[in-house]
């Protein structure tokens, strides 16, 4: 009975995720990024908040334009803005995505800005939607930045959003 249940319930599951990812839906992420377990050979761990937009274009491949706001205690302050996809496979919740971001970042000592300069990155992502009712999600994920500048400054990392699809 326990597993008729199970069965069920993820049957279900997959009919709403399926039914979001559709043409025409749109898409609303906020999400807080690294959560502190980020790391690079230029920075140490820090935190950043994320928020990203998009439509489905077609069926399970979405059009996504982001935007990401760092302020690091040691000095780095940073904005990111980009453009992207996902491809949602739609049995299951799991996407993959990739996108190209431009940053600026800019380093300060004791109040007094020491260097500034703009990077390219492309992005690599994965992750799962875990869909808490019909449009509200979670969303875990892992992503990779590649450096266009110096390898110095690509990076992994963890985020988890909260997604709506409408």
């Known amino acids: 009975m326990k597993k008729l249940f199970v069965c069920l319930v ?9 039914a979001q990812f559709e043409q025409n839906k749109w898409y609303f992420n906020a999400a807080v990024s690294n959560l502190g377990l980020s790391y690079s050979g230029s920075e140490e761990l820090r935190l950043g908040g994320q928020v990203t937009v998009g439509t489905f274009l077609f069926d399970n491949i979405s059009l996504l334009l982001n935007g990401e706001g760092v302020y690091h205690k040691l000095g780095e302050r940073s904005a990111t803005f980009g ?5 949602y496979f739609s049995q299951n919740g799991i996407y993959v995505g990739t996108g190209v971001k431009f940053r600026h970042y800019e380093y300060r000592s004791n109040g007094e800005k020491t260097s500034d300069f703009t990077d390219g990155l492309w992005s690599f992502e994965t992750g799962y939607a875990f869909f808490l009712s019909r449009t509200v999600t979670i969303e875990p994920a892992v992503y990779y930045d590649l450096s266009f500048k110096d390898r110095d400054y690509s990076k992994v990392g963890f985020k988890l959003g909260f997604g709506l699809y409408f």
Not at 10 to 18: S, W
Not at 83 to 87: D, E, L, P, T
Request: proline share 0%.
């Open 10 to 18: 993820m049957l279900a599951t997959t009919a709403l995720a399926h």
């Open 83 to 87: 453009v992207g996809g996902r491809y």
